[in-house]
């Protein structure tokens, strides 16, 4: 990866159009940059060889992840996805997390580097055109290991899938709901009555654990963050603070009456009534940072954020 020289001079007409295609995008949207893409080269002659270092581009069905995908695929030659060492994902954090779950659920793990062409980009790096190998070769590599949930439904189904932010129980109807807290076979919590309640990792704990009032977790720190969502009772409870290897179980009371569902990340189960939660350290997952955006840093920043 780092013998993999970076390009660094835009040559001819092709390279003029490209930076105007940029500027277009920056000021009139992507819709209308993508018709101007269109009138581009499909291909240049001194494109960047990634093949060598292994490198694939994925890309999100947005737009602007498929336009930027075809600036990148005129500068950059990449490998196949299923030869790839590293991937890079074009999108923002939804297809972040779509691109690690298909990892999760039997894919091989590979490290990714992520490229913001979404809406928030919290696990991104920002979008740039140049030196995606030389930005590759000095990323800083970080680990983060999901969420196990096994779900247990009032029908007998049994549901198991991995969370890399949170697993969170909901309320499904009008009715709030009344759930049992349960840390490593210990009842912490009789009856939790509230719209729903969350455990997150460190690198979810900044989207919806901070949204419920749950607190920022450093991302190296070894802990859990266990959150109630819109609290009933106890009124005073705010949640905890849980080492990552506790057990957690969620139990819902009433669970007939009071329907609640389960959701790991974005796969839902609906009518459950036991949740068990746990993180899984035996598949981990790696994401590639710029030095200057690295995930953890931008956590402990996210902590001043006014």
């Known amino acids: 990866m780092h013998g993999v020289a970076c390009l660094v001079h835009h040559i001819g007409t092709v390279a003029a159009a490209e930076r105007a295609r940029y500027a277009w995008a920056s000021r009139f949207g992507e819709r209308s940059a993508s018709r101007l893409s269109a009138t581009l080269p499909q291909d240049r002659p001194d494109r960047?060889?990634?093949?060598?270092?292994?490198?694939?581009?994925?890309?999100?069905?947005?737009?602007?992840?498929?336009?930027?995908?075809?600036?990148?695929?005129?500068?950059?030659h990449f490998a196949d996805e299923r030869e790839a060492k590293v991937l890079v994902a074009l999108?923002?954090?939804?297809?972040?997390?779509?691109?690690?779950?298909?990892?999760?659920?039997?894919?091989?793990?590979?490290?990714?580097?992520?490229?913001?062409?979404?809406?928030?980009?919290?696990?991104?790096?920002?979008?740039?055109?140049?030196?995606?190998?030389?930005?590759?070769?000095?990323?800083?590599?970080?680990?983060?290991?999901?969420?196990?949930?096994?779900?247990?439904?009032?029908?007998?189904?049994?549901?198991?899938?991995a969370a890399i932010n949170e697993v969170s129980l909901l309320r499904e109807t009008r009715q709030a709901a009344k759930i049992e807290v349960?840390?490593?076979?210990?009842?912490?919590?009789?009856?939790?009555?509230?719209?729903?309640?969350?455990?997150?990792?460190?690198?979810?704990?900044?989207?919806?654990?901070?949204?419920?009032?749950?607190?920022?977790?450093?991302?190296?720190?070894?802990?859990?963050?266990?959150?109630?969502?819109?609290?009933?009772?106890?009124?005073?409870?705010?949640?905890?603070?849980?080492?990552?290897?506790?057990r957690v179980c969620f139990r819902v009371l009433e669970p007939a009456d009071r329907l609640v569902s389960a959701v790991a990340d974005q796969f839902e189960v609906r009518d459950v009534e036991e949740v068990e939660i746990a993180l899984d350290r035996g598949r981990s997952l790696t994401l590639l940072f710029d030095p200057e955006q690295a995930l953890d840093e931008r956590i402990a920043a996210e902590q001043f954020a006014t």
């Open 182 to 246: 349960v840390v490593n076979g210990r009842v912490v919590l009789p009856e939790l009555v509230a719209d729903g309640v969350l455990v997150a990792t460190p690198a979810g704990s900044t989207a919806y654990n901070f949204s419920a009032r749950g607190p920022i977790l450093p991302l190296s720190a070894p802990l859990l963050a266990l959150t109630p969502i819109a609290p009933f009772r106890p009124r005073r409870w705010s949640g905890a603070i849980l080492p990552d290897e506790a």
């Open 48 to 76: 960047q060889d990634l093949t060598g270092a292994g490198i694939a581009l994925v890309a999100s069905r947005g737009e602007a992840a498929q336009a930027a995908a075809a600036m990148l695929r005129r500068r950059y």
């Open 91 to 161: 999108g923002g954090d939804g297809f972040m997390l779509h691109t690690l779950h298909q990892m999760l659920d039997g894919g091989e793990a590979k490290p990714v580097f992520g490229i913001n062409r979404g809406t928030v980009g919290f696990l991104m790096n920002e979008w740039r055109l140049d030196c995606l190998a030389e930005r590759i070769a000095g990323a800083k590599a970080v680990s983060i290991a999901p969420l196990s949930m096994r779900a247990r439904t009032v029908h007998g189904d049994e549901w198991t899938h």
